[in-house]
């Protein structure tokens, strides 16, 4: 049998690579003109964040994306970047990098696959259809052999599926386990229909929240597609502004990206803005894929009580649910999620680390942190906002 040749490229930007290739890979379900089940790992997303420099030269953020060939054709992809810190990746490895470098040890720069400031779940080794198996493997070896021989001291593929963790781990990748707060859609007709799913008490906070959020004396728009004007994302980059200045110091995105945004993804876009007197006062931006709704970013202007929850997570169940969408996944973080309907879920990464006693060290700490995370979701969910039987009333 003749041995199948598969040649890895690392290349210095996205634009090297055709957009249809990346896309055969990234995206094949959208082939028929269809919306992608991940709008984040297709070219226009990721061109748009090095055509607006938010990643790119001076950003920590250095696009290395690989691409795997074979018999002349591009079968695999993967969004690689090398990076000088850890920020605006959401799976936090600061605790390594010190404990490595107190050890003598030179922790940056790492290589990262991942969509950057997005912790969004989605495929991260980007393969044709038929050819996962291969390709996968191809081009985790392909980013190995990448960090070792610039004697880097880690590659680590951050927000991947299941499926991918745990292939994997059959290619001895270290296996990390998270969590976040979804929402799913249990076949609802309308936002009441998912309110009769809860608890009472529960039922009764999250309809006081909404009265009380849409009091505020504006009126909310949901915006999609050509609805989207320019002043709109306006004010919604002065709300990002005054977020990313009290969360990151700086924000992550440039005032470019959403002009790119715009351009080419209004379509896959769901921008939320709170307009108050004529001015807009707050907004969430979220991102539509085939099935899911990724809520991202939210800001403010005026502080008015519940109006992050009915803009971040209620409009967003709302729109899930007319649109026949199964999810919404609400971002990083947040515990407060789960009284709203959003219930624990497992996130995965993965990692390879060159080091063998750092290796051996972090292996480890993640089994002890994957129990903990597991037991976390357990007690959680047992908390969680629905009934748990169809006569409770409490």
Known sequence: MRETRIEITS????????????????????????????????????????????VGRGTGWQPRPITARMEGQIIGAAPLYAKSHSQGEYIFDHAWAHAFERAGGRYYPKLQIAVPFTPATGRRLLVRPGLEEVGMSALVQ???????????SSVNITFCTAEEAEAGEQMGLLHRLSDQFHWLNRGYADFDAFLADLSSRKRKTIRKERRTAQAFGGTIHALTGDALQPEHWDAFWRFYQDTGARKWGSPYLTRAFFDEVQETMRDDVLLVLAER???????????????????????CTEHHPC?????????????????????????????????????????????????????????EYLEAERNAVEGEIEVMTSYGPFRKTQTEDE
Request: glycine content about 12%; hydrophobic content about 40%.
């Open 11 to 54: 290349h210095g930007s996205l634009s090297e690579i055709a957009a249809e290739d990346w896309d055969a890979c990234a995206c094949p379900e959208a082939a028929d003109g269809g919306r992608p089940a991940d709008p984040f790992t297709t070219y226009r997303f990721l061109s748009a964040l090095e055509r607006s420099g938010s």
């Open 142 to 152: 392909g980013a190995v052999q990448l960090a070792a021989e610039n004697r880097l």
């Open 277 to 299: 007197d004529g001015r807009y006062v707050a907004g969430a931006l979220n991102f539509i894929g085939r099935d899911t709704l990724y809520g991202r970013y939210w800001g």
């Open 307 to 363: 109006l992050h929850f009915e803009l971040c997570y209620y409009q967003a169940i709302a729109y899930a649910i007319e649109h026949g969408l199964s999810r919404v996944e609400a971002g990083a973080q947040g515990e407060h999620k789960l009284a709203r309907g959003y219930l624990p879920m497992q996130c995965h990464s993965l990692h390879w680390i060159g080091d063998e006693g750092f290796r051996h060290a972090v292996a």
